[in-house]
């Protein structure tokens, strides 16, 4: 019997050795079709090469090393990373429909199943993602303006801060609460007051995610999610976290069919709903209550951690940049005024855009994008890939490319101005991605971002607690996202500047 115990041991342990090395052998084969990279190690691939606290920073190492497209390996799974403007350019942007797959991408797929927006392929995403951003940019949603309902949500913000009188404050939470409560209208219909518990809940749950995914557990679950599912750590947060956001769209969704007036559309939940009842005789369609639910969880998720990090980066460049700020005010003074400020105003304020897109640039808030997958076999340089590679947007290789700027780790509004001092824009700014992919919530981002900018500005002189040189701007995460360190400032009323 023991003898017994100890040959089945053996044959099994015989045959685990044998199935990895096929793996790798054919693995290996694969590698030589691939562009180079460090060599893949059995089970952890490449990971040897990362440092987990900050893999972005190990992805520039390699680029060093290996150019512009590189192969890293996840596991056994091969990915081709991207990196710089020109090799971004040649894949995303002049092969736009081949790059245009969504790879897998556990932390969100393993939980949505690709019954959203942005980790679909194919036809329902061509559908969910063009219906999205008719939506997003007003088709068709109620008579409030997305402008209009920043402006709102912008009043109510300042309303609060006034009160802080002068006081040291921690914008993060406040700017957090700004950006959640803009998109929040876009898909509930309504703002939420800052102190109601749902809200409170719903910007925890949101903030709480992706600091997981930022962090070395949300990549680990994204490179072994089969193994990872069974290992106690706070990766098991975030499907629970995506389920109490879940429960409280489906609740909004019940609310939504119990008044629903077809004629009057009040939100994204309504414009869904009315899609739905239009296409219910339709023998393949992709709206229904699970895609609805589920693209709403992805546009919450999509713009409130991106647009929030990006105000964040941005306050503290502006103290950390004293002669940036003056000039900032000084326009904003000059052209809005005492009165509210309006989009169309960015047109006749130069030196705020280009301010905006070097924070764009130089904060790089989702600094490896998210993965494509090619749709068909592609040739690119010297490579022919297979339908189905992955490839990873590697977007601080475009932000800090020294061919298109010059010394990129400064930060220089200068980026974006003519020798006149007009605004000059530059393609190698890729905060949102490019391609067929490109960020759906591109317009109300910048919208936000220059009427809150503007507004708070309007209102208040921010003043640090320490002296610029001590303003440290170093990310306390990296992964998903650049995720801005915690700071402080007072705000003074401009009046009393
Ligand atoms: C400063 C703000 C933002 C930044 C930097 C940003 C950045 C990005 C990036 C880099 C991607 C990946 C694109 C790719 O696959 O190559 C993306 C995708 C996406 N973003 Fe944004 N985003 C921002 C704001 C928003 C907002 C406001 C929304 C929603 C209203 C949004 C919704 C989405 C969605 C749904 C996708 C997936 C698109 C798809 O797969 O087709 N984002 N964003």
Same mark, same amino acid.
């Given at each position: 019997m023991r003898m017994d115990f100890y040959s089945l041991s053996t044959v099994l342990l015989v045959i685990l050795i044998t199935c990895l090395l096929a793996k790798y052998t054919r693995m290996m084969l694969e590698k030589a079709k691939l562009p180079p990279g460090p060599t893949p190690l059995p089970i952890i691939g490449?990971?040897?090469?990362?440092?987990?606290?900050?893999?972005?920073?190990?992805?520039?190492?390699?680029?060093?090393?290996?150019?512009?497209?590189?192969?890293?390996?996840?596991?056994?799974?091969?990915?081709?990373?991207?990196?710089?403007?020109?090799?971004?350019?040649?894949?995303?942007?002049?092969?736009?429909?081949?790059?245009?797959?969504?790879?897998?991408?556990?932390?969100?797929?393993?939980?949505?199943?690709?019954?959203?927006?942005?980790?679909?392929?194919?036809?329902?995403?061509?559908?969910?993602?063009?219906?999205?951003?008719?939506?997003?940019?007003? *088709? =068709?949603?109620?008579k409030r303006s997305i402008e209009e309902?920043?402006?709102?949500?912008?009043?109510? @913000?300042? /309303?609060?801060? +006034?009160?802080?009188?002068?006081?040291?404050?921690?914008?993060?939470?406040?700017?957090?609460?700004?950006?959640?409560?803009?998109?929040?209208?876009?898909? *509930? =219909?309504?703002?939420?007051?800052?102190?109601?518990?749902?809200?409170?809940?719903?910007?925890?749950? @949101?903030? /709480?995610?992706? +600091?997981?995914?930022?962090?070395?557990?949300?990549?680990?679950?994204?490179?072994?999610?089969?193994?990872?599912k069974y290992i106690p750590g706070p990766h098991k947060q975030l499907m629970k976290n995506y389920t109490f956001i879940t429960d409280l769209i489906r609740k909004k969704m019940e609310n939504n069919i119990k008044s629903l007036d077809s004629n009057n559309p009040r939100d994204y939940i309504d414009c869904f709903l009315i899609k739905m009842k239009k296409e219910e005789k339709k023998s393949v369609t992709y709206y229904n209550h699970n895609t609805l639910v589920m693209s709403s969880l992805l546009l919450l998720f999509g713009a409130t951690e991106t647009v929030s990090n990006t105000l964040c980066y941005l306050f503290l460049l502006l103290m950390k940049h004293p002669n940036v700020a003056e000039k900032v005010y000084k326009e904003i003074d000059n052209v809005i005024g005492h009165r509210s400020p309006n989009y169309e105003d960015r047109h006749k304020m130069p030196y705020t855009e280009a301010f905006i897109h070097e924070v764009q640039r130089f904060a790089d808030v989702a600094p490896m994008s998210l993965p494509h997958e090619l749709t068909k076999d592609t040739q690119?340089?010297?490579?022919?890939?297979?339908?189905?590679?992955?490839?990873?947007?590697?977007?601080?290789?475009?932000?800090?490319?020294?061919?298109?700027?010059?010394?990129?780790?400064?930060?220089?509004?200068?980026?974006?101005?003519?020798?006149?001092?007009?605004?000059?824009?530059?393609?190698?700014?890729?905060?949102?991605?490019?391609?067929?992919?490109?960020?759906?919530?591109?317009?109300?981002?910048?919208?936000?971002?220059?009427?809150?900018?503007?507004?708070?500005?309007?209102?208040?002189?921010?003043?640090?607690?320490?002296?610029?040189?001590?303003?440290?701007?170093?990310?306390?995460?990296?992964?998903?996202?650049?995720?801005?360190?915690?700071?402080?400032?007072?705000?003074?009323?401009?009046?009393?500047?």
């Amino acid at each position: 019997m023991r003898m017994d115990f100890y040959s089945l041991s053996t044959v099994l342990l015989v045959i685990l050795i044998t199935c990895l090395l096929a793996k790798y052998t054919r693995m290996m084969l694969e590698k030589a079709k691939l562009p180079p990279g460090p060599t893949p190690l059995p089970i952890i691939g490449t990971l040897y090469k990362m440092k987990l606290s900050n893999v972005v920073r190990s992805l520039m190492e390699l680029h060093k090393t290996y150019g512009d497209i590189f192969t890293i390996y996840e596991g056994h799974r091969p990915c081709v990373v991207l990196c710089g403007y020109k090799a971004i350019k040649e894949t995303l942007i002049d092969k736009a429909e081949e790059f245009s797959g969504r790879g897998y991408y556990p932390v969100f797929y393993d939980f949505t199943k690709g019954d959203d927006l942005a980790f679909s392929n194919g036809e329902k995403w061509k559908e969910l993602r063009h219906f999205s951003q008719l939506t997003l940019t007003n *088709f =068709g949603m109620g008579k409030r303006s997305i402008e209009e309902r920043i402006k709102e949500e912008a009043e109510y @913000l300042i /309303d609060l801060l +006034r009160k802080t009188n002068g006081s040291p404050i921690d914008p993060k939470h406040h700017l957090h609460g700004f950006v959640c409560n803009v998109i929040c209208s876009v898909i *509930f =219909g309504k703002r939420f007051d800052y102190q109601d518990e749902e809200f409170q809940n719903l910007v925890h749950w @949101l903030q /709480d995610s992706f +600091r997981i995914m930022s962090n070395p557990w949300g990549l680990m679950y994204n490179v072994y999610p089969g193994f990872m599912k069974y290992i106690p750590g706070p990766h098991k947060q975030l499907m629970k976290n995506y389920t109490f956001i879940t429960d409280l769209i489906r609740k909004k969704m019940e609310n939504n069919i119990k008044s629903l007036d077809s004629n009057n559309p009040r939100d994204y939940i309504d414009c869904f709903l009315i899609k739905m009842k239009k296409e219910e005789k339709k023998s393949v369609t992709y709206y229904n209550h699970n895609t609805l639910v589920m693209s709403s969880l992805l546009l919450l998720f999509g713009a409130t951690e991106t647009v929030s990090n990006t105000l964040c980066y941005l306050f503290l460049l502006l103290m950390k940049h004293p002669n940036v700020a003056e000039k900032v005010y000084k326009e904003i003074d000059n052209v809005i005024g005492h009165r509210s400020p309006n989009y169309e105003d960015r047109h006749k304020m130069p030196y705020t855009e280009a301010f905006i897109h070097e924070v764009q640039r130089f904060a790089d808030v989702a600094p490896m994008s998210l993965p494509h997958e090619l749709t068909k076999d592609t040739q690119i340089r010297n490579y022919t890939f297979r339908k189905g590679t992955v490839f990873l947007p590697l977007l601080t290789g475009v932000h800090y490319d020294k061919t298109q700027f010059n010394n990129p780790k400064n930060f220089n509004p200068n980026n974006f101005l003519d020798e006149d001092g007009k605004f000059k824009k530059n393609n190698a700014v890729m905060a949102f991605s490019a391609g067929k992919r490109i960020c759906p919530g591109l317009s109300l981002a910048l919208m936000e971002i220059f009427l809150f900018t503007t507004t708070m500005l309007q209102n208040f002189t921010i003043k640090p607690l320490v002296s610029p040189e001590d303003i440290s701007i170093d990310p306390v995460g990296v992964g998903l996202a650049h995720i801005p360190p915690n700071y402080e400032f007072c705000l003074l009323p401009r009046s009393q500047k």
